[in-house]
């Protein structure tokens, strides 16, 4: 099994992506992805299969007014997702994406050196993580542990079936 699990962002404007913000976000999302992939394949042949799981984001299926480099690097992430389901399936290798919503971790909160985010956009000013919640069908920002399970779901036998799947845990917020 593969979990590309890695992410990076740099929360900046159009205007503002540099082309080295440009390449490290897409460097990180999505050419890290590709070839953790491309390692991998040979070795789920010999064994007879397996499964390949991409972390995506609520930004490939709604990229919106975020950062124009992350959305690019997640939503193509998705058409990696796609292709290797595809080429893939043959070899009994399924390969499947899991997109987050807006889940209450420290990588979107402003006090930590690596986060994308500044005052404005962290969930730790109380007006941008109320302007987050109202957009929460569900009312409440996920949790790690309510992503985890859509993980360990198609890791396993019961979802020998379930390729090119993308599954969104994000309380209703792609809706």
Not at 78 to 107: E, Y
Not at 120 to 132: A, F, K, L, M
């Amino acid at each position: 099994m593969l979990c590309n699990t890695a992410g990076a962002n740099r929360r900046v404007s159009f205007d503002e992506v540099t082309e080295e913000i440009w390449r490290w976000v897409l460097d990180v999302n999505l050419t890290g992805a590709f070839f953790g992939i491309r390692a991998c394949v040979p070795a789920m042949r010999r064994a007879g299969g397996g499964s390949i799981i991409n972390m995506g984001s609520l930004s490939a299926v709604r990229p919106g007014y975020g950062s124009p480099a992350y959305a690019a690097s997640k939503t193509g992430l998705w058409s990696v997702t796609l292709t290797t389901a595809a080429q893939c399936a043959k070899d009994n290798i399924r390969c499947n994406m899991v997109s987050p919503g807006h889940v209450d971790t420290q990588f979107v909160r402003a006090n930590l050196p690596h986060s994308p985010n500044d005052w404005s956009t962290s969930i730790d000013n109380p007006e941008n993580y109320n302007r987050r919640l109202t957009s929460i069908p569900m009312g409440r920002f996920q949790t790690p542990e309510d992503v985890a399970p859509a993980f360990l779901f198609l890791a396993s036998d019961e979802a020998a079936m379930i390729t090119g799947a993308h599954l969104t845990v994000d309380g209703g917020t792609a809706i």
